[in-house]
């Protein structure tokens, strides 16, 4: 029987125009310990509603996995470093992993 574990980490979804502003995010999240992992998905495909018009753009996606306890810190270096005028930011508590990749995430969400 596997026990029920808090959810203590989340993984957030952030839309990058290109993949310089993609790296750039994801470094600074991962090198400022406030992201154990950022995944970059390239080419994904988005249309969207924006100011009354129907938009399509071609996108990176990030996957920004971290302890909960981060999430304001990564809003703020997003927000700081995104040249959207309202980018998506969007976080997904993990309900259960693997017990040693969440204490993985744990021990880099230490090194602050």
């Avoid at 993609?22 to 100011?51: D, F, M, Q």
């Avoid at 753009?57 to 996957?63: D, F, M, N």
Wanted: net charge negative.
């Amino acid at each position: 029987m596997t026990r029920n574990m808090p959810a203590n980490h989340q993984i957030i979804f952030c839309t990058c125009p290109d993949k310089d502003t993609a790296e750039k995010i994801a470094r600074l999240l991962v090198e400022g310990h406030k992201a154990a992992c950022v995944n970059i998905l390239p080419g994904i495909a988005s249309i969207y509603s924006w100011k009354g018009q129907i938009e399509s753009a071609k996108e990176h996606l990030l996957l920004i996995k971290a302890h909960k306890d981060h999430y304001q810190s990564i809003e703020t270096t997003v927000r700081d470093h995104h040249p959207y005028e309202l980018p998506e930011i969007i976080a997904v508590p993990v309900e259960r992993g693997l017990p040693e990749y969440l204490h993985w995430i744990d021990s880099c969400h230490s090194l602050k």
